[in-house]
């Protein structure tokens, strides 16, 4: 990723931090952008923007390009998981379209405003993050947060085999559970419990080995790899039964 420019969303979540600390690592100059006005990423810069509102993103990479003269990759991982989300026999339809204006919107309109520049440098990395349950049904239902993650997968596959012959890859990174403040303020410890007996490693995963799998992704070490879900859930999807130590 060495002197390679790139633009993470939800920089100051903790996937999105974690992301902007690997990409620095590894050479990035890194503009982290977040809802929220928060200028403690460790970004090299920090831009505040309402991803669902299509002037605000193609001003926000407008401005990096007039800013640092080029757009190498895209960390498309912005994202919420609201809490009035819940069964499809109780949704609320305000609710899921404001999941799906966050989720899924908004990876589109940064892909319809960032890939453009992408491209005038001849190409580079986009990865949208997804989440397991684009795969996996939940008994505990976010009908909301599935339907948008499922259609961030689609629409990476769909884009990634769209612009390949423009020097373009796009994939999904599809976290499993990771620790985090947002699922610490979604679960009661009783559904952390109902969620664990799954993982085969007895652990939630860590915004860290999330952002490791999406530096593979970004960088030149995946340059033949398009149109591909990453699953990053240690285990999950491949288990029936898990150890019971």
Do not use: W
């Amino acid at each position: 990723m060495d002197g390679k420019v790139v633009v993470v969303t939800g920089a100051a979540g903790s996937i999105g931090r974690a992301a902007v600390t690997v990409l620095r690592r590894e050479g990035a100059t890194v503009v982290g952008v977040d809802l929220r006005d928060v200028d403690d990423t460790g970004a090299d810069s920090f831009v505040a923007c309402d991803l669902t509102v299509e002037a605000q993103v193609k001003d926000l990479y407008d401005g990096v390009v007039r800013r640092l003269g080029r757009i190498d990759a895209l960390f498309n991982n912005a994202g919420v998981a609201l809490p009035a989300d819940s069964s499809t026999l109780d949704a609320d339809l305000s609710v899921f379209a404001r999941t799906m204006a966050i989720n899924v919107e908004s990876v589109l309109l940064c892909c319809k405003y960032g890939i453009p520049h992408l491209i005038a440098g001849g190409g580079g990395s986009v990865v949208n993050t997804a989440s397991l349950v684009a795969r996996m049904g939940s008994a505990v239902s976010q009908i909301g947060y599935t339907a948008s993650k499922g259609a961030v997968v689609a629409m990476s596959r769909e884009m990634g085999v769209e612009l390949a012959r423009k020097g373009i890859r796009v994939n999904s990174l599809s976290p499993g559970p990771v620790q985090s403040p947002m699922l610490e303020g979604l679960f009661s410890a009783d559904e952390v419990a109902r969620r664990m007996v799954h993982v085969p490693a007895g652990r939630f995963g860590t915004a860290a080995e999330m952002a490791e799998a999406a530096l593979f992704l970004l960088s030149d070490a995946s340059s033949f790899v398009n149109g591909f879900e990453l699953v990053v859930d240690g285990g999950i999807s491949a288990a029936y039964v898990t150890p019971e130590d």
